[in-house]
């Protein structure tokens, strides 16, 4: 099931990612930036007009294994 807290607002999703990924993902994309960066990638996948692969973080400013 989705949600949507307002009709201005896109539907929230479900995905499941371990914590620790979630964790270093949030140190690398910048906290509340997550959301952007998976949004970007996703576009970049579907091949979107105008879409660009988000630029990785340099080595070391993350967290975690591999």
Known sequence: MVSRSRDTHTTNRVVR?????????GQAAGGRNRAQVLRDF???????PGA????RPAPGTRTGAS
Do not use: S
């Open 17 to 25: 990612i371990a914590d620790d990924d979630w964790e270093a993902f």
């Open 52 to 55: 660009a692969l988000p630029e």
């Open 42 to 48: 996703i576009a970049w996948y579907l091949h979107r």
